[in-house]
């Protein structure tokens, strides 16, 4: 099932709601999901857009994130939600390195808190990120396509138990659009270094 089409009730927007929207949304308005998409995509264009695709991937995934409320930590992000009117910003939370982190922290906790196999500590996952930062080029590359490959296993394993379903997101057209601009970038930078002497 489509992200888009399985949150109604969550708006895209970040924009102020009135008070009866916020008291109408309940915990059974806002059904989780995962952004799930087949891993050998993840990693492909992951190497081909670089980090440019993969701030689009992790865009999805926090918007996924956000139209869910938190998953299991719905209760926490709907009261902050109705004292408020915060929720998380799924457009900084992909532009700020940092969060890829938060990321992967939040996927472990669902998968433990689901029963389905996870991937390890998440500060291992992230060094390889930050590691693959100081690699020469396209070494670098190819350590962060393989960065959030398991990250992406674990999410597409819990969009199947809640789902019930091995159904994954197709290719769409802005993600066409982020990963031509990530090769373009990718092959500027390759052209610059050949030109270097």
Same mark, same amino acid.
């Given at each position: 099932m489509n992200i888009e089409e399985g949150v109604e009730a969550s708006p895209d927007s970040e924009d102020e709601h009135d008070d009866d929207t916020a008291s109408k949304t309940d915990e059974t308005e806002l059904p989780a999901v995962w952004y799930a998409v087949p891993?050998?995509?993840?990693?492909?264009?992951?190497?081909?857009?670089?980090?440019?695709?993969?701030?689009?991937?992790?865009y999805r995934c926090w918007h996924a994130f956000r139209a869910s409320m938190g998953y299991s930590e719905r209760a926490r992000w709907?009261?902050?939600?109705q004292q408020n009117g915060f929720r998380p910003s799924a457009f900084w939370r992909a532009a700020l390195f940092l969060y890829s982190y938060c990321w992967l922290a939040v996927v472990r906790r669902e998968a433990r808190s689901c029963g389905v196999k996870g991937f390890g500590p998440p500060w291992l996952w992230f060094g390889l990120q930050l590691f693959s930062l100081s690699l020469p080029w396209g070494w670098n590359l190819l350590g962060l396509s393989l960065?959030?490959?398991?990250?992406?296993?674990?999410?597409?394993r819990l969009h199947d138990q809640l789902s019930g379903n091995r159904a994954r997101e197709p290719?769409?057209?802005?993600?066409?659009?982020?990963? $031509? %601009?990530?090769?373009?970038l990718v092959a500027k930078a390759a052209a610059?270094?050949? $030109? %270097?002497p």
């Open positions: 891993t050998w995509r993840l990693w492909l264009f992951s190497l081909v857009g670089g980090a440019v695709y993969q701030a689009y991937w992790m709907l009261a902050r939600y960065a959030f490959l398991p990250v992406q296993l674990t999410m597409n290719v769409t057209a802005s993600e066409l659009c982020w990963l $031509a %601009l990530g090769l373009l610059e270094l050949r $030109a %270097l």
